[in-house]
């Protein structure tokens, strides 16, 4: 109702971003209904409009920041350190804005587990020169609402041995 009010653009724009982060910050159930958009689309969209009616006003550097908040990609994987020889290997995958991951599994040594251990900084590199036993991509669902969801894995039965899970996003 503030935005009907006529305000200079400044306490507009601003209103506008605070506005989209309400929407975000905000318990999602309250705005939960059936043929609304969620709060974070709807935040997007106010993002949008500040962005592009008050490009140079100062809320335009919150509208910004809140964008990338809501935009920001993330993933994260708990599992077990050990698992029983073939047997499915349980993963619990937490992610944001992703469609799809990548898991190659690698079998390695207990010499390449200890180096992989100690030099944490090359595993990428390391990990590039070696071929993976297993390659599969994972498609995950899209709720199109730029939250956190969680969803439950099962990696295929390894033999007895040591190895290594790698996720990724590319």
Not at 31 to 49: D, R, S, T
Not at 114 to 124: C, T
Not at 139 to 144: A, E, I, M, S
Request: aromatic fraction near 6%; glycine fraction near 2%.
């Amino acid at each position: 109702q503030l935005l009907t009010l006529n305000p200079d653009n400044s306490t507009k724009a601003l209103l506008l971003s605070d506005q989209a982060s309400f929407l975000v910050d905000s318990d999602q159930d309250l705005f939960a209904g059936e043929g609304k958009q969620h709060p974070a689309n709807e935040a997007l969209k106010i993002v949008e409009k500040c962005l592009k009616e008050h490009p140079k006003s100062a809320a335009a550097c919150l509208a910004h920041n809140l964008k990338q908040r809501i935009l920001h990609k993330e993933l994260n994987i708990l599992g077990e350190q050990e698992a029983l020889p073939n047997r499915v290997v349980p993963v619990l995958i937490s992610y944001k804005n992703l469609q799809k991951i990548h898991l190659n599994i690698y079998k390695l040594t207990k010499t390449e587990i200890e180096h992989f251990k100690n030099h944490n900084d090359s595993l990428p590199e390391k990990l590039a020169a070696l071929k993976p036993i297993c390659a599969s991509e994972i498609k995950l669902p899209d709720f199109f609402d730029h939250q956190l969801h969680t969803l439950h894995y099962e990696a295929k039965p390894l033999e007895s041995g040591l190895y290594l899970m790698a996720f990724s996003t590319k």
